[in-house]
């Protein structure tokens, strides 16, 4: 079902479904860079976007993208289907991290516990990792242990060429556990025939190799891609090691039915230097991640889409290094240490996880006369094999991935979801949209759904205003973990939050401005937390959570053609800024009270020649909220930071090479985590050619 467009300078405007009665628009002006790497990535004011012919994936340039598709991605999302925000990595920094690429969406912040990309927390407009739903070309992909795991996505970043950020305020989700928003990564879909390999090396022995070949029969295409990555870490205990395998098959018949197919697989080890406590640096996590997803679509005056998935993630948490420390009886012993929590308690042993997600949707979809409406119900199942999560097991299970393992602890839950809405044709550039939707979880109850009004004239400016209550289930690490600086707890309920936003956008000619207000008022808010006088977090639901944000951004993008063009592709600056109150302001958060509560970026895209470029970029962030060095409460440092990329490109060869953090400026992150300081990376890109999408 494609959709039908107009192009107007470097903006596309979605007018209709093919044989629907409502439209759905692209955002305009959407240009927010939250991100240390912020230069490494071009920034599309487009909902989504294919790619020309003679381009490389990672062009820079919007305005030389000649058409738009919506992806599969947004299918899980009701009314409307738009993105605040798309961007695709340009090809001179290809050697980046995806995932952790979504950090340039508007209002998302990585929480990066080392380089490369191999381990992040996502968040969302200052929620926490599991308050952010995650998208793969459709697909859930959150996971039931824990949001630690979110971004371990078993796919490989040469296959990944959008991402894209929904609001929980502005639209209207029908997607369960989008308590703040949703972040969705589409892959890439090719027509004709194609291979790409990608080489790159950077600092501290980053190494990285990929591979893709994509093949089209007929109605059918194929991708198949591999990747592999090593490095040694930039401090002690941050070496890793990454391999990934990823499959896509689609088959559009002469009918339009669109079947799509997808699989994955991700082996992963790093050391976890201070990644979850700093009281121990000697942390190393194994991770292995597969998944598997089925869907079709029908099209017509009503439109069926039926959808299958599962995912499996095993995690092997050492506190104390294996290879570091070796056991010897019943401890753990390393040049004479003793691996202990505190004298006289000693480390038992490394824990195990095993978790399952399997789920099933149907979505049926209409016009009527006044608009078109959808519905469609849901039900996932999340399990758990775990040394150290869930109830007790009268029979232990041996772990298939472990030599003399057995999880003693297991636990379940189900979720059944149905929504139900409607979308109003554009009447004199009003549109209404409305949904409910419910759930049922444990046995109760949990009412959500919302609406939204928009206005947009000439397609110079739009303003809307938009309400949505969402929810979220606990992890099984928020209900049952228990560690010498973590506690669980078992009685948590469903977090509720509602979800406003009013934004504006305007373009002039190549100018473009945005701003968008929003508010969060959470209620059962799961955190985890503590007394200031106490090491350990617990987990608990917050009576209240008021978060308040606005972000506000401006571009120019000059025409191709003109004169200024000629030295310009892009400048733009953004500004981002949150404030968070909750109700209990004795304890000390881990996550709702440490966000981003400002954030400045300033962005330049230069062009030297037809082939060569540079981009730069600045960033400025103060952080609130406090990590523990030493027994000692320590306050977040503001940090300031400028990245450079230079690049050339042709049709079928690409060259990078890139310095992040140029100043060395000292970063820290998450629980007081050093960052690299300056870094470099470099690499080539060689394709055969061929047409694609």
């Known amino acids: 079902m494609q959709a039908q467009v107009r192009k107007s300078g470097n903006t596309i405007w979605f007018r209709r479904w093919t044989g629907k009665n409502y439209a759905v628009f692209a955002s305009l002006g959407k240009h927010i860079c939250i991100s240390v790497l912020a230069v490494s990535y071009s920034l599309i004011s487009l909902q989504s976007f294919s790619q020309q012919d003679k381009s490389q994936a990672g062009d820079i340039a919007a305005d030389t993208l000649p058409e738009v598709e919506i992806n599969p991605d947004e299918s899980l999302l009701a009314f409307p289907v738009q993105a605040i925000q798309s961007i695709m990595p340009p090809v001179g920094f290809s050697s980046l991290s995806k995932p952790e690429a979504a950090e340039l969406l508007p209002g998302v912040d990585i929480r990066q516990r080392g380089n490369q990309g191999i381990q992040g927390d996502i968040q969302y407009r200052g929620g926490s990792p599991e308050q952010c739903a995650i998208l793969l070309n459709g697909i859930p992909m959150n996971d039931a242990q824990t949001g630690h795991h979110n971004l371990n996505l078993p796919v490989p970043d040469i296959c990944i060429d959008r991402l894209s950020v929904y609001s929980a305020g502005e639209n209207i989700l029908t997607l369960p556990g989008a308590y703040n928003g949703v972040i969705s990564y589409t892959t890439r879909q090719h027509t004709g025939n194609r291979m ?11 190494r990285k190799a990929e591979a893709m070949a994509n093949l089209s029969m007929g109605n059918t295409h194929s991708t198949l891609a591999y990747s592999t990555e090593q490095g ?28 799509q197919f997808q699989a994955g697989i991700m082996n992963k080890s790093f050391g976890a230097q201070g990644f979850y406590s700093n009281r121990f640096p000697s942390q190393f996590e194994s991770i292995k991640t597969g998944f598997t997803s089925a869907s079709l679509k029908t099209n017509g005056k009503i439109s069926l889409q039926p959808m299958l998935y599962w995912k499996r993630n095993h995690d092997r948490f050492e506190l104390f290094r294996e290879s570091l420390y070796t056991r010897q009886g019943n401890y753990y012993i390393w040049d004479g240490d003793t691996a202990a929590y505190a004298p006289g308690v000693y480390y038992p042993g490394h824990n195990y996880h095993l978790s399952d997600k399997l789920g099933a949707s149907l979505q049926i979809e209409g016009s009527m006369r006044l608009g078109s409406w959808k519905a469609g119900i849901s039900h996932s199942y999340d399990h758990i094999l775990s040394s150290v999560l869930g109830e007790n097991l009268e029979n232990p299970v041996k772990d298939r991935f472990e030599d003399s393992v057995y999880f003693g602890k297991a636990a379940n839950q189900n979720l059944s979801h149905a929504f139900a809405g409607f979308g109003t044709n554009n009447i004199k550039g009003f549109r209404i949209q409305a949904m409910a939707n419910v759930i049922l979880h444990g046995g109760v109850l949990i009412p959500g759904g919302g609406g939204s009004i928009s206005y947009m004239q000439a397609e110079r400016y739009r303003i809307w205003l938009g309400v949505n209550r969402s929810y979220r289930l606990p992890t099984f690490t928020e209900l049952y973990y228990r560690s010498a600086t973590s506690m669980g707890n078992s009685h948590l309920q469903a977090e509720t939050a509602l979800n406003g936003e009013l934004g504006f956008t305007l373009k002039y000619k190549s ?7 929003f508010i969060i008022s959470g209620h059962n808010t799961i955190d985890w937390v503590r007394q200031p006088d106490e090491t350990v977090y617990t987990a608990m639901n917050h009576i209240s959570l008021l978060s308040l944000g606005n972000t506000l951004s401006a571009m120019l993008t000059p025409v191709p053609g003109t004169k200024v063009a000629r ?22 958060s881990a996550y709702s009270l440490d966000y981003l509560r400002h954030k400045i970026t300033a962005r330049l895209d230069t062009p030297f020649s037809t082939h060569f470029g540079a ?3 600045f960033t400025y962030t103060v952080r609130n909220g406090t990590y523990t060095l030493n027994n000692v409460e320590q306050a977040y440092p503001s940090w300031s930071n400028v990245d450079v990329a230079l690049y050339y490109q042709s049709q079928r060869l690409s060259i990078h090479c890139a310095i992040q953090n140029i100043f060395a400026a000292e970063q820290v992150d998450f629980g007081g985590i050093a960052l690299p300081g300056r870094w470099f990376t470099a690499g080539i890109s060689v394709n055969t050619g061929g047409r694609q999408k």
């Open 232 to 259: 040694a870490g930039y401090r002690f205990n941050t070496d890793f090691n990454a391999e990934k395998l990823y499959y896509r098959f689609g088959l559009i018949t002469k009918k339009d039915y669109n079947f």
């Open 615 to 617: 981009n730069f970029s």
């Open 567 to 588: 030295y310009l592709k892009m400048a733009a600056i953004t500004y981002t800024y949150l404030h968070k109150e909750k109700y209990d302001r004795g304890v000390i």
């Open 196 to 206: 790409e390999i990608r080489l790159s090396g950077g600092s501290f022995k980053m």
């Open 511 to 517: 100018f473009e401005m945005q701003n968008r207000i």
